[in-house]
Each structure stands twice: as structure tokens, then as C-alpha cells.
């Protein structure tokens, strides 16, 4: 059974959900380590007060029992500390009693870069809010979540990943003071990942249009490389391209560790850009989808930057496709079948992790 990954809620509803599927029987976990994670999600520069609001921890609801998984879905929740100020703007049910606290108003002033205009048209919706909150980068803390499973698990057959950002706080500083925001590239690694996950048989098992798609579908990501990625583009055959010495390892790594669709048994290499936020204080023009007159877009509370984030977010994503592919390759309803299949792949193959 290969690992499946759903999830639910919204920015400022009750909590955000996700149900794991297919992972192995015996599998640890630390609530630590994924504590550790969704803390990583909430710091970097230029984010927003709502990060000391939330304080995030995960809940474990079912699948897992004194810290072993069962083989059965696991599914994790995440709560929204700051819906105690939401609960009638963001009651699951018909609220009772007079309107209170935030969201009691409809929203009608779409923002540009967002999903508002589009999700209000392509749902019928008529207040904003029905949209942007299940857009938001927020549930976004339920997959790194996942992710910080899915990395558990990799690290059975030796597979670390880890994301990280540059990032300019003077830069940051100067958006902040213009009422501003900006974006930013991140890049994820993972090291230790074994030859021939993923495959050139079909599209939709190409371990680089997986990684691609797992990344794109991060909020805010414009373009995703990987490897040298665009740069290869303006180089000759002869320079792109990783020569094999006799120990069938690449002398270079500019394809970033995949080759026709499969890891090469080289580091795996993978940026994702993120656009400027489309939240702003200082609001770009819109329409008034009430009135049908010129106005000014929704001010919300937002992030300056939010890159620093994003990098645990695209790590955590990264992480989730290589634990699939690796299940797709593996196998196992325990996981030591699960490793023991890959001991006896890497001895076949003849593969070690370093040169």
C-alpha cells in the first residue's frame, strides 16, 4: 500500500486535520520531534504576530498507540489557539446569538494574489472568507506534521532531509517600514537517497514532476527547480550533464540527483520561489464585489516575509514524496519489512551512501 496524505481546515477554524494512510506497523514517533518541526514553521524574520499566538502542538487521534504506529491510519491534529476569537465568525454550525469577535462580517474586497476573486467565482460564494481560509499558507502547519513523519520513516533506510533560506533582514526591515512584503528562494536537500526511486514508466511516476508538484502546491510558489535546474539551459551538453566514474557514482551533481525521472544515488537537490505576500498593509487595487465599485483590497494581518518558513514547509514536502516513493519501492506492513527489503535492494544494486 502506497502512503496517502488528506487533510482538512481552515485558517481560523477550530483545527487543521490530516489523515495519514499506508504507513508501517512499528514505526516511532517522538511528539518532540514533530513539535520541534511546527516551531521551525512559526520563527524566521518578518513573520507576523500571529506565530506567538498559535504556539503549535500536534494531537495524535488514532493509528498510533504508546508511540508506535499500528498500521492503521494515523491521523494528526493541529490546533487553531487563536479560534477562541473566531468561534462565531468561524462556527462550523449556524451560530446562535448576536455576532462577536472576529470574521462576523462578510468579506467582499478581494486582495490580488490571492485566491479570493477566483474561489469566490469558481465556488458561488459570496463572502471572501469561504475561500481564503483554506487557502491560507496556515494549513500548511499540519503537513510539516506529516512531514516530520514521513521523515521518521525515511530515516530507517538512512534518508535526511533539510530545507533552508538566505534570508536579508535589512531587506525584511525595509518591506516592513513600506507596509511591504517579500518572497525568496528556498532549497531542500536529501542526502542518503538510494538509486531508483521513482521511475521513467509513466509521467506521474517521475520522481522530479513529483517533487515539482509537491512543491508548486505550496501557497506562494512560483517556479521550482531541480538541480542546476534553469541554468542547465544555457549551458552546452558537454558542461551539464554529471559524468560516472567506474564506481557508478556522478563525478558532479548538477541534476541535482535525479535522472530520467529516478534518484541517480546523488544528493537530491531542489528550490522552490516564493512570490512576495499577497496580504499587504499598504493595499493594492480592487473591486468591491458587493457594490461593484474601485476599492482598496482586504487588510489582514500578515507576514513581511515568510521565507524561513517556507523552507521547513518545502522540507517537509520534499520529505513526504521521497517517503512515498520509498514505500512504492520497499514495501513492508512492519517496518522492519520495510527496511529489510532495502537492505537487500542496496546489495543487489552494490550501492553505498558515500563514495
Known amino acids: 500500500m502506497t502512503l496517502e496524505l488528506a487533510t ?3 485558517s481560523h477554524g ?83 446569538g448576536e455576532p462577536q469577535g472576529k470574521g462576523t462580517k462578510a468579506v467582499t474586497l478581494p486582495r490580488p494574489g490571492h485566491a479570493d476573486l477566483a474561489g469566490v467565482q469558481k465556488y458561488g460564494l459570496t463572502d471572501v472568507r469561504d475561500a481564503l481560509e ?26 535526511a532531509v533539510q530545507g533552508s533560506a538566505d534570508v536579508d533582514e535589512a531587506a525584511i526591515d525595509g518591506a516592513r517600514k513600506d507596509k511591504d512584503t517579500l518572497g525568496g528562494v528556498v532549497e531542500v536537500r536529501a542526502t542518503g537517497v538510494p538509486p ?12 522530479d514532476a513529483r517533487l515539482a508538484a509537491a512543491l508548486m502546491g505550496i501557497q506562494a510558489v512560483k517556479g521550482v527547480e531541480i538541480g ?22 556522478r563525478t558532479s551533481n548538477r541534476a541535482g540527483g535525479i535522472e530520467g525521472g529516478m534518484s541517480n544515488g546523488e544528493e537530491v537537490v531542489v528550490r522552490a520561489a516564493m512570490k512576495p505576500l499577497p ?38 514536502a520534499v520529505a513526504w514524496e521521497l517517503a512515498v516513493a520509498a514505500k512504492e519501492k520497499f514495501g513492508g506492513d512492519a517496518v ?6 532495502w537492505r537487500a535492494y542496496l546489495e543487489r544494486i552494490a550501492w553505498r551512501r558515500t563514495p
Open 14 to 96: 477550530p483545527a487543521l486535520v490530516a489523515i495519514l494512510a499506508g504507513l508501517p506497523a512499528g514505526l516511532v514517533l517522538e511528539k518532540d520531534a514533530i513539535d520541534a518541526d511546527l516551531r521551525r514553521r512559526q520563527q524566521g524574520y518578518g513573520r507576523s504576530p500571529r506565530q506567538q499566538i498559535e504556539t503549535d502542538e500536534v494531537e495524535v487521534l488514532a493509528g498510533l498507540r504508546h508511540g508506535r504506529t499500528l498500521g492503521t491510519p494515523l491521523a494528526l491534529v493541529v490546533h487553531n489557539k487563536d479560534h477562541k476569537n473566531w468561534t462565531w465568525g468561524m462556527a462550523p454550525w449556524p451560530p446562535e
Open 134 to 159: 483554506r487557502a491560507s499558507a496556515r494549513h500548511t502547519a499540519v503537513q510539516v506534521a506529516a512531514g516530520a513523519v514521513a521523515k521518521a520513516l525515511l530515516a530507517h533506510i538512512g534518508v
Open 279 to 316: 496580504t499587504l498593509m499598504k493595499p493594492l487595487a480592487s473591486v468591491d464585489l458587493a457594490t461593484g465599485e474601485a476599492a482598496a483590497a482586504l487588510v489582514e494581518r500578515s507576514d513581511v516575509a515568510a521565507v524561513e518558513a517556507l523552507a521547513v514547509v518545502a522540507e517537509a
Open 196 to 207: 531508483g526511486l521513482g521511475s521513467y514508466a509513466r509521467k506521474e511516476d517521475r520522481l
Open 336 to 341: 522492519g519489512d520495510f527496511v529489510g527489503a
Open 228 to 249: 542546476d535546474g534553469f541554468a542547465l539551459a544555457r549551458m552546452r551538453g558537454s558542461e551539464a550533464h554529471d559524468e560516472i566514474d567506474t564506481s557508478r557514482r
Open 8 to 10: 482538512a481546515g481552515e
